[in-house]
């Protein structure tokens, strides 16, 4: 976590600089991260960004769609945690700039339908949206259609998905129904790609936002200042003020209250997620793929009150499995309804293919707020269920509600910490 004044806690620091990375530069000793995706805007997951920008060679970051007003809600949830350089980077990010930490940016779009800022972000004349009619090529039948992208090869320090043509780029800005598939580096799009990609972003409910203005407006919030591009200087003034602060996080109660008001209990005590979270799957472009070798390494160190909680020994799936892929969900509210029928239904076919999902929101369970976890995760037993939690976080994260139930629908539970030494990795070689 980020601590007053700025600085990040210890662990944080331990944790970014033991990161296994690849040296793929020849001419210097940095290591490459070739996507870097940030499921929302919370500190608590941006808090390292910046300085893995610093320490790494990042090619491209991939975040949900943030305007002006989704801007106002990230603001207005986080009045008393956020730095003067975040406030900054994420207002030029709401306006525009197509940078974050001063790498490029693809914006996850929400999906039809979803909530969103209405395209009330000033246009950039620098951004490079995807060219959609020329390079779109479906998967199989079924599947959405895809943007093929080519992996820089070893030692050359480019773009990660700005490959030699013929392959497709990445610009700003991402529709959430089109998948990315990558190659082999150095392969054109003419192989058959090896990975694939698919982001999903529900948005945020307009209902919530109209809320919000209101409320945000009777406390003299500076609303203009989302909107101009000088205006993050008005911004930092305005909550580097304590008065101020607590008037922008009672608006943001009183609009979760008018939202949903069995809510404004966990608003008040600070426990609800961000409303604006990514979900991303990441496994084989093939529909059955060779799985020539796989292993993976378990860190789990259960905290104290869950060890008897614990199945003995390691659950394997079924040796005809063919699953492989990984599914992020970030803080998603997985458990509400609606929100589970429009993930469920964004990831049907993936849902049935990955091996590995990560619990939304760290394990929480809040009293009376939004669900987090749904059972559908663990869609047969053996599924390994991965949570991330710091060992002495004042949330109370896993709840043992959560453990049960994901232990109970068959899920092979991972718990990593802030006291991991490496964390969980996955290791797959696939034939050629």
């Not at 207005?76 to 945690?81: F, I, K, L, T, Y």
């Not at 030699?164 to 991402?174: D, E, R």
């Not at 406390?219 to 591009?229: I, V």
Request: glycine share 10%.
């Amino acid at each position: 976590m980020e601590r007053p004044g700025g600085g990040l806690d210890q662990r944080c620091l331990s944790s970014i600089s033991n990161l296994q990375l690849e040296k793929r530069r020849a001419s210097t000793a940095q290591r490459v991260i070739n996507l870097m995706v940030l499921s929302h805007y919370d500190m608590d997951h941006i808090n390292g960004a910046a300085l893995i920008t610093r320490m790494f060679a990042v090619g491209r970051v991939i975040v949900p769609r943030i305007g002006p007003k989704e801007l106002m809600l990230v603001l207005a949830s986080q009045a008393d945690e956020l730095s003067t350089d975040v406030v900054q980077q994420l207002h030029a990010l709401a306006n525009g700039s197509g940078l974050l930490f001063g790498r490029p940016v693809t914006e996850v779009l929400p999906a039809a339908g979803a909530a969103d800022d209405g395209g009330d972000r000033p246009p950039n004349p620098a951004a490079r949206p995807v060219d959609m009619p020329d390079r779109l090529t479906p998967l199989t039948d079924e599947a959405d259609d895809d943007i093929a992208v080519n992996l820089p090869p070893p030692g050359d320090l480019v773009d990660a998905v700005e490959g030699a043509q013929p392959s497709a780029s990445l610009g700003t800005s991402l529709d959430s129904r089109i998948a990315v598939v990558v190659h082999r580096p150095g392969a054109g799009t003419s192989a058959p790609p090896v990975w694939r990609l698919k982001f999903w972003n529900r948005g945020v409910d307009v209902r919530l936002l109209a809320h919000l203005e209101q409320k945000l407006r009777l406390c003299g919030f500076p609303l203009t200042a989302l909107y101009a591009r000088q205006g993050h200087g008005q911004l930092t003034e305005w909550l580097a003020d304590k008065g101020n602060r607590v008037a922008t996080l009672e608006a943001y109660r009183r609009a979760i209250e008018l939202h949903k008001p069995t809510w404004a209990g966990e608003a008040q005590g600070r426990l609800l997620a961000n409303f604006l979270s990514l979900g991303m799957y990441a496994g084989p472009a093939s529909a059955a793929p060779r799985c020539l070798h796989h292993g993976d390494h378990h860190v789990s160190r259960p905290f104290p009150e869950l060890q008897n909680r614990w199945p003995g020994g390691v659950l394997p799936l079924p040796t005809d499995t063919q699953r492989f892929g990984w599914l992020g969900t970030g803080d998603a509210p997985l458990g509400e309804i609606d929100t589970w029928r429009d993930f469920s239904t964004h990831y049907s076919q993936e849902l049935g293919t990955t091996r590995t999902v990560q619990v939304p929101h760290h394990g929480a369970a809040p009293t009376h707020g939004p669900r987090f976890f749904h059972r559908g995760l663990v869609a047969e037993p053996g599924v390994r269920a991965v949570i991330s939690a710091g060992m002495s976080n004042r949330y109370g994260h896993p709840r043992l509600v959560v453990v049960n139930e994901a232990l109970a629908a068959g899920a092979q539970l991972e718990i990593v910490t802030d006291t991991s030494e490496v964390g969980y990795c996955e290791c797959f070689e696939f034939e050629a």
